[in-house]
């Protein structure tokens, strides 16, 4: 099994530009998950999804993110516009109700830069 | 509402130390209680975890038991290893949320 895959791994972009990350979850998982890292905050839970579907977006932090899970294997977060304080580690996670909903799978992770 | 705290970082141990990383926890219900590792440039993954009072999880030398009565999951493992610097992440879950709520992370670095 190829585990979670985001891309791209490292972003670097200016202030006031899209960006785009995006994950591929591990084949047959049901949950989709998008955190953000900083050294300031830790580990922040963005949005959670089930079966493709948004549960919980309450950790968005405002208008300017916003995250698709378009089908079961692609799922992306967009932030537009792009703030430097944006800059994070951002990772997918994914899991299986089968197997366990609170064993995640997470991804390599995406090192967003804006300046 | 929900929260875990842990032990502020970093800790830094000689290789064949014994390590506490200590973690207690606040819950409105009954939670499952979990601790992730996340090595240099990866991402999380899960350690060990217990889902009831007076479980004890264990993995790769690691335990940690679930003691309801003074809400803790400390962390602990007999010797540890050069291999074994990471951070450290306590977290819980309750079986109505299906997500996780993650402490701050502590820092473990080995020395020879």
């Known amino acids: 099994d190829a585990g979670v895959i985001q891309s791209p791994r490292h972003e670097v972009t200016e202030m006031g530009q899209e960006v785009t990350l995006r994950c591929k979850p591990i084949?047959?998982?049901?949950?989709l998950f998008w955190y953000r890292q900083t050294m300031m905050r830790g580990l922040e839970l963005l949005i959670y999804?089930?079966?493709?579907?948004?549960?919980?977006d309450s950790g968005m932090p405002e208008d300017r993110f916003s995250a698709k899970m378009p089908n079961a294997s692609f799922s992306t977060l967009k932030i537009q516009p792009s703030e430097p304080r944006d800059s994070a580690v951002y990772f997918c996670?994914?899991?299986?109700?089968?197997?366990?909903?609170?064993?995640?799978?997470f991804g390599p992770g995406t090192r967003l830069t804006v300046l | 509402g929900n929260s875990v705290t842990q032990m502020e970082g970093p800790v830094t141990l000689s290789e064949e130390a014994f390590l506490t990383i200590n973690c207690t926890y606040t819950a409105t219900g009954y939670p499952s209680l979990f601790w992730y590792v996340q090595y240099p440039g990866e991402g999380l993954q899960l350690l060990l975890k217990a889902t009831k009072a007076d479980d004890k999880g264990s993995n790769k030398g690691f335990e940690a038991t679930y003691r309801k009565e003074t809400t803790s999951f400390h962390l602990e493992k007999g010797s540890v290893q050069v291999s074994d610097s990471a951070v450290y992440f306590c977290?819980?879950?309750?079986?109505?949320?299906?997500?996780?709520?993650f402490g701050t992370g502590t820092q473990l670095k080995v020395e020879l």
């Open positions: 996670a994914s899991s299986s109700w089968d197997r366990d909903p609170n064993e995640q799978f």
């Open positions: 999804f089930n079966n493709n579907v948004p549960i919980d």
């Open positions: 977290a819980l879950s309750l079986l109505e949320w299906n997500k996780l709520t």
């Open positions: 084949s047959g998982h049901d949950y």
